[in-house]
């Protein structure tokens, strides 16, 4: 009897999270005495993130998929017009200095390729020209670091590439073992 209580209350508080789709709601429960309850609905906020990315693309927490380079903003996403790293230059990288609100940092995931000091230092010195700040990372890095400070509700813009080869992880070897192994399994009838 007690099991089912809490499992009535999980559910009826489930489904008045679910009926919350304003900023905050106000709850009160029946008990000793009344409490008022303030729900914030974080999935309003949440903003656009990276999930993830291949040699083809991205695809973003609302399930789109951008094909090749992308500009990203907190709410916008952008296809951005270079092909590789050697196509960014002063001209590829001022629509983020044209923007309102003025961005506090760009994120720039240049792919697989190696980030020398020459090439860090001429995005870093077009973009200071705007008190722009600008971090350089391969593209694995800037996605996790473009998530990390949307989340923070930064003013914060991307423009990545992908990259040209993937590096495979241990957990990506696995659950290929997995689905080759699945592939073998015969269903009893």
């Known amino acids: 009897m007690n099991v089912l209580k809490r499992l009535n209350n999980i559910a009826y508080h489930s489904f008045r999270r679910s009926l919350c789709t304003t900023r905050t709601c106000r709850s009160t ?3 000793d005495g009344k409490t008022s309850v303030t729900i914030l609905n974080k999935e309003v906020d949440a903003g656009l993130m990276i999930n993830s990315y291949s040699q083809f693309g991205f695809r973003l ?26 196509d960014i230059n002063d001209q590829s990288l001022s629509l983020f200095c044209a923007i309102e609100p003025k961005i506090d940092v760009l994120v720039v995931g240049i792919g697989d ?45 991307a423009a990545m590439i992908p990259p040209i080869t993937m590096r495979l992880n241990e957990d990506d070897l696995m659950q290929k073992q997995i689905s080759i192994s699945k592939s073998f399994e015969v269903a009893d009838k």
Request: contains cysteine; hydrophobic residues 40%.
């Open 29 to 31: 429960y029946e008990s």
């Open 113 to 157: 390729h190696i980030i020398t000091p020459g090439f860090s230092k001429k995005i870093i010195d077009f973009m200071k020209r705007y008190k722009i700040n600008v971090e350089v990372l391969g593209t694995e890095q800037a996605c996790s670091t473009f998530n990390f400070l949307n989340a923070e509700n930064r003013v914060v813009a």
């Open 61 to 86: 927490n609302n399930d789109m998929v951008v094909l090749g380079p992308m500009a990203i903003f907190s709410r916008t996403v952008l296809s951005w017009n270079v092909e590789s790293h050697e």
